[in-house]
């Protein structure tokens, strides 16, 4: 997903903050990867932790 993803950009404006729905489904979203993960494929394995490496990332680059 870019920055010109058309679907974002409609839930979450350019200028607008972090949406509390997005940050309140993420407990949620790893419950569903925590209890289905024999379902998933390799590309979705892929594509999860893919997106945990982005969120970690973008984390530590704001404490230091």
């Known amino acids: 997903m870019t920055s010109d993803d058309a679907i974002t950009w409609r839930k ?3 200028d607008g903050r972090l949406t ?3 940050v309140h489904d993420l407990p949620r979203i790893a419950w569903i990867v925590e209890s ?3 379902e998933l494929t390799d590309e ?4 999860v932790r893919d997106a945990v ?4 990332r973008a984390l530590d680059q704001t404490t230091t």
């Open 20 to 22: 509390p729905w997005l």
């Open 12 to 14: 979450w404006e350019r």
């Open 44 to 47: 979705e394995r892929r594509i």
């Open 53 to 56: 490496t982005r969120m970690q």
């Open 36 to 38: 289905r993960t024999s």
